[in-house]
């Protein structure tokens, strides 16, 4: 079965540096997610994107965060300069392609990033 | 999104059905009725979703009521292996739109 993989799977890092977390989407979806949990809180949305362009961010997707699709396989996150709190789990995810009409998405097992 | 109430946790015996229930009141005619799960610190997993019929897949039930206000996810036989935080979210279909989970019910499947 078709599944989305998500490197690395932990990253320590140092505050105020930069983190690229990247996810190879299934290869036919056309939507693509990043999604992050703070430990013990609620899976919260943070940007989807389509086309090679950003549909929709939330709040917490400030200018530090950024997403691109460099090779038509890999979708990166890229963090620039890590805070304390930027550590949690990040999730991609994808849907679209054939599964159109049901909307399902696919998420990844997860990237978990500590910022010391 | 129309806004959704779940229980926070529930409990259930190992091979007994798991009904978990779900309040959509504010659903709107073009929104579907989506479950989804997480175990542990996994990736959410979609589980089943429908508009107003009943469904049924290898994982689950979903039964919604006549009015779409409410429905029910059904584990037929749960294992200890369904232990897990379950999102019922209500949102238009659609391969775009974002998925904005809740706080879920947590299952606890108890031998």
């Known amino acids: 079965e078709p599944e989305v993989t998500q490197t690395p799977s932990h990253q320590v890092t140092q505050m105020g540096q930069e983190v690229i977390l990247r996810c190879v989407p299934i290869?036919?979806?056309?939507?693509f997610y990043w999604y992050r949990q703070i430990l013990g809180q609620k899976v919260e949305f943070l940007v989807s994107?389509?086309?090679?362009?950003?549909?929709?961010k939330s709040e917490i997707f400030d200018d530090q965060f950024s997403v691109e699709r460099p090779d038509g396989s890999n979708f990166t996150l890229k963090i620039r300069s890590t805070k304390l709190e930027d550590s949690a789990m990040y999730f991609c995810?994808?849907?679209?392609?054939?599964?159109?009409?049901?909307?399902?998405?696919?998420f990844g097992e997860g990237s978990r990033l500590t910022v010391l | 999104d129309a806004k959704t109430t779940q229980p926070t946790s529930m409990d259930c015996a190992e091979g007994r059905a798991a009904n978990l229930p779900c309040n959509h009141s504010?659903?709107?005619?073009?929104?579907?009725v989506y479950w989804y799960r997480q175990i542990h610190s996994q990736g959410p997993q979609y589980i089943i979703h429908?508009?107003?019929n009943n469904e049924t897949n290898e994982m689950a039930s979903l039964i919604i009521t006549e009015d779409r206000k409410s429905s029910t996810l059904i584990l037929p036989h749960a294992t200890l292996r369904d232990t897990a935080v379950y999102y019922c979210?209500?949102?238009?279909?659609?391969?775009?739109?974002?998925?904005?989970f809740g706080t879920g019910t947590k299952l606890q499947v108890i031998p």
């Open positions: 995810a994808s849907s679209g392609g054939t599964y159109l009409t049901t909307g399902e998405l696919f």
């Open positions: 290869s036919n979806h056309l939507y």
């Open positions: 994107f389509y086309n090679n362009e950003i549909s929709e």
């Open positions: 504010t659903i709107s005619g073009n929104e579907y």
């Open positions: 429908g508009l107003k």
């Open positions: 979210i209500v949102r238009a279909s659609g391969g775009y739109q974002k998925v904005t």
